[in-house]
């Protein structure tokens, strides 16, 4: 809480986003503590990770003192303190944290908890009901990462060639750090790929796995440097692999259509129901990696090669 | 009766969530109106994960020996919140840095002034200098 | 299954993965060639989809095969089909009118990702009426918008990129208060599923919780629908995007969030709570009038015709509103009817600017002078298009504002009436302004030569002025299909 506020006073933009940073991860910490390790992983990875490095890059490339504040807060107060009372009215009616009786465990969820094992065939629920119960939505949101990814490209587009050869690294001649990432880096790919495809069983999953994949090579091209990041991923690559991810996903539930099923129906994909639920979020988790990485990394090539202008 | 401490977990949520609502609207500067999006958002997802807990539950993943887990939905739907979180920061993002390369600043009443004047003298030229990239 | 059994999902399906072909192809060309072939082929779609639901009543489709709650269901019904219908159709005639638009108006190494984007935007607003789950609607939402912002910040002028983040500020802001909404409804009940939350709301609806979920979602929707006074995104974001883009976003957008005024506020939380518990039809009805007199009053002054239309369509929102708030069938009715209606006179007023951007680069009123000789199937339409602003018969306008006051009549409220009344005098005054310009001024000495538009454009801009008064004269579809929507979302009470 007090991390909130002291972001609000500073006008110290990268101390503001460092605070975010680490407010991110207290909130991972927190869903550890409320039982909610994916969402706690992906936060970590995403709200923490991600969002951060995003920020800072956009700091690079604008301004990193803020302005005098120069007009009444008045106003804003009002509708910030009205806006509160609406929500504390609210709670007061809400069930208490941790309540058996409240109607949320009492409808839908159980049967979840009760039949993704038999019905869908693994162990991590969550995966399960994001994957295959509610596999439209989880198609939707990578759908949506598709999109943010284009307005990115939209708006910044990629550097062109001449201007990443001629810049070094930005770390310089570290060889401590060039040593360290060369072990890092593959440790990293290897975990994202465990976690790519062990999120059947454990916390994990798609998103986090796109993540963690493209931040080895985040790392390579902080310390080696953009030419040679781009040596191994060509930019250009990046916007069809993200296009390619969608494909996969919708087009495993056109695969269900054609075989007169509904869209994402996994039971089409296999003779047993159950393996072919196990098949099809496994593809489907693949699409949403492939294109996660994709765009995570499209962002980062754009924000990172742009020269800031003064 | 309103039992307190259940609720307070609650009430510091709204708290969180009204801090990144006031940055929100109140300041000026672009990128700390993002930032502010950002904490605004991440307490909803605080509130609705406080509403899947169940007390002694564990994490909804199945194992042996365990009978009671926390709701798994509430997890589904933040899972998919933060994603969406994170990707309008990244356009907002790309679009404060065209916004600075554009006018010079990223403080919103400083661009204000700037159209303003924009509008007693009409500009013909490069309106959109952060087109000449790939 | 057979294919008409997947309509409902093809709808959206057929742009969905239309986008990512774009990306993959990155040529112009073969780019407008494919969003053009998915937005026809999503309309003929959206057509069997509404003769199917005339006919054998409500579609639904379970999405993954999992039943409703557990799973996610596309539910179309007539008000579902009908809306659909109408943003397919807008779709597929702006692109025809896209190619020389958007040819001219965006760099064309960007052009196979913009056409991406529209898909993306076109495909999430269909998704939003399609399906019958509260949170899939939170996700479309935004896929919609995230392609919205990046559209919208394409425009020419650099106050686009402006625009666009301020409306990503507020729509996100709009989309969190939504979330909330959903959380709080969810946290009373359990499910996500539309159908399922009206059954289970009315024993709890007395608890605070879901009266602060309603409010929130009000808001929300308020932000997104540019409702007053949360409009304030709208006039910037209209005014500065690309000609494509304002035409396709003011037909569709805002009607898609009337929709899911009408989804959440009638059928989840049932008329007699919105309208009876909750004062949800004196504030429609209070900020739906301050809307339309305000936001006609500032279009009067305003010299740049994009900007007027603009604030012309924040006060026919509020005609929409108001009819929701008056809080009968007839007056739920013509707020439907208007979507269908407005929807025609904006994209028809839209794209004929977008032809004279094309032709002479700005759209002040001082490029207006002369237009009239200059470029006659252009100024005709948008004359036409205004006198259905204004609401005179035979064109729509006139239709929805007949059911509007025939409305209020109904409830004795004279008052509204001649207040709707002021609002077409209002909207008579800012198209005379313009008319007088195109055919009474005189052309500049130093104005460039300029031709009519060309026929990709004439086409679909006459196409919907040819509906806007084809419909006004026969209004048997329109109006039977809206007033059979209200009566079951307004019997479907409580």
């Given amino acids: 809480m007090l991390i909130a506020v002291v972001a609000i006073r500073m006008r110290d933009l990268f101390g503001v986003v460092i605070l975010f940073g680490v407010y991110s991860l207290l909130t991972a910490v927190l869903f550890m503590d409320l039982d909610a390790v994916d969402v706690a992983f992906t936060e970590a990875a995403v709200g923490a990770g991600v969002t951060t490095v995003l920020l800072l890059s956009g700091l690079r490339l604008t301004r990193r003192w803020e302005a005098p504040p120069r007009h009444n807060p008045l106003f804003s107060l009002l509708v910030v303190g009205i806006t509160g009372a609406a929500l ?22 159980p049967r979840y908890l009760q039949q993704a094992v038999e019905e869908v065939g693994m162990p991590n629920i969550v995966t399960a009901v994001l994957a295959s119960y509610r596999g439209y939505d989880t198609f939707g949101e990578t759908l949506v990462v598709f999109t943010a990814g284009l307005a990115v490209l939209l708006l910044l587009g990629f550097p062109d060639g001449s201007e990443s050869r001629a810049r070094s690294s930005a770390l310089g001649d570290q060889l401590v750090l060039k040593v360290v990432v060369k072990l890092l880096v593959p440790l990293i790919l290897l975990y994202a790929l465990y976690v790519q495809f062990h999120g059947d069983f454990g916390a994990g999953g798609g998103f986090q796995a796109g993540v963690i994949f493209a931040t080895g090579f985040i790392l390579y091209d902080m310390v080696f440097g953009s030419a040679n990041a781009r040596a191994v991923m060509p930019a250009d690559w990046l916007p069809r692999l993200a296009a390619l991810g969608v494909l996969i996903y919708g087009g495993v539930g056109i695969f269900s259509m054609l075989a007169g099923k509904p869209f994402l129906d996994y039971s089409a994909l296999s003779a047993d129901p159950v393996q072919g639920q196990h098949l099809g979020v496994l593809l489907v988790e693949l699409g949403v990696g492939v294109t996660v990485f994709s765009i995570v990394l499209s962002i980062f090539y754009a924000l990172s090669g742009r020269r800031p202008r003064s | 009766m309103i039992e307190i401490p259940g609720l307070f977990n609650y009430w510091v949520v709204v708290f969180l969530m009204m801090a990144g609502f006031y940055v929100v609207i109140s300041q000026g500067n672009l990128v700390k109106k993002l930032v502010g999006l950002g904490l605004f958002q991440a307490s909803v997802f605080i509130l609705y994960i406080t509403m899947g807990n169940l007390s002694g539950g564990q994490a909804p993943i199945v194992t042996e020996g365990v009978f009671v887990y926390s709701n798994p939905l509430p997890h589904v739907l933040i899972l998919t919140a933060i994603v969406v979180g994170v990707a309008t920061t990244a356009v907002g993002l790309a679009l404060v840095v065209r916004i600075h390369e554009a006018y010079g600043t990223v403080e919103e009443d400083e661009i204000h002034s700037l159209d303003m004047a924009d509008e007693e003298t009409p500009r013909k030229g490069d309106d959109r200098p952060g087109e000449s990239r790939e | ?59 639904t489709y379970q999405l993954g095969g999992w039943p409703p709650p557990w799973g996610i269901e596309y539910r179309i019904d007539t008000l579902a089909s009908y809306v659909v219908l109408i943003v397919t159709a807008m779709a597929a005639l702006v692109m025809l009118f896209a190619k020389e638009s958007v040819a001219s ?64 500020v507020m729509g996100t802001i709009g989309a969190t208060f939504i979330l909330i909404g959903i959380g709080f409804l969810y946290m009373m009940t359990g499910t996500l599923n539309m159908l399922d939350l009206a059954a289970r709301l009315p024993e709890v609806s007395d608890s605070r919780t879901v009266r602060a979920g309603f409010a929130f979602l009000t808001v929300g929707i308020g932000l997104k629908l540019a409702m007053f006074p949360l409009h304030l995104w709208l006039p910037n974001a209209y005014a500065y995007a690309p000609s494509a883009v304002t035409a396709f976003l003011a037909a569709t957008a805002t009607k898609v969030a009337v929709y899911v005024m009408l989804r959440f506020m009638l059928e989840v939380f049932g008329a007699d709570f ?7 039809d004196l504030i429609l ?47 739920v009715g013509a707020a439907i009817l208007h979507i269908f209606n407005h929807a025609l006179m904006k994209g028809a007023l839209f794209l004929a600017l977008g032809a004279v951007a094309y032709r002479i680069g700005a759209v002040t009123l001082g490029d207006f002078a002369g237009l009239g000789k200059r470029m006659p199937w252009t100024m005709a339409a948008i004359a036409i298009g205004g006198l259905s602003l204004i609401g005179v018969p035979p064109t729509v306008g006139f239709v929805s504002k007949w059911y509007l006051v025939l409305a209020t009549l109904e409830q004795g409220l004279w008052p509204i009436a001649v207040l709707i009344l002021i609002g077409s005098l209002l909207a008579l ?66």
């Fill in chain 1, 88 to 109: 504390v009215y609210a709670t007061l009616d809400a069930p208490l944290l941790g309540d058996p009786s409240s109607p949320v465990h009492k409808h839908v969820a």
């Fill in chain 3, 1 to 59: 299954m057979t294919l008409l059994d997947h309509l409902p999902v093809l709808v959206v399906l057929i742009p969905l993965m239309t986008a990512p072909l774009c990306v993959l192809v990155d040529r112009p060309r073969a780019s407008w060639i494919m969003a053009l072939a998915a937005a026809w082929l999503s309309f003929a779609s959206a057509i069997a989809l509404a003769l199917t639901v005339a006919t054998s009543g409500t579609l």
């Fill in chain 3, 105 to 168: 108006e965006i760099p064309e190494r960007r052009i196979a990702r913009f056409y991406a984007s529209l898909m993306l935007a076109f495909a999430g607003l269909v998704g939003i009426v399609a399906t019958g789950d509260a949170f899939n609607v939170f996700v479309f939402l935004e896929i919609s918008s995230l392609a919205s912002y990046a559209l919208i910040s394409m425009g020419r002028d650099r106050r686009a990129l402006n625009a666009a983040f301020q409306y990503l």
């Fill in chain 3, 274 to 280: 919105s309208l009876g518990a909750m004062p949800l």
């Fill in chain 3, 285 to 331: 009805m209070g900020l739906g009038l301050i809307g339309i007199i305000m936001a006609s009053l500032v279009a009067v002054f305003q010299d740049d015709i994009k900007r007027m239309l603009a604030y012309s369509s924040v006060a026919q929102i509020g005609y929409m509103l108001l009819g929701i708030g008056l809080a009968s069938a007839t007056g």
């Fill in chain 3, 429 to 494: 005054v800012y198209i005379w302004r313009l008319i007088e310009a195109a055919y009474f001024g005189a052309v500049a000495a130093d104005a460039p030569e300029v031709r009519e538009a060309p026929a990709s454009m004439l086409i679909p801009i006459w196409i919907l002025v040819a509906a806007n008064i084809y419909f006004g004269i026969n209004t048997d579809i329109s109006v039977g299909a809206a007033m059979q929507a209200a009566t079951m979302l307004m019997g479907d009470g409580g």
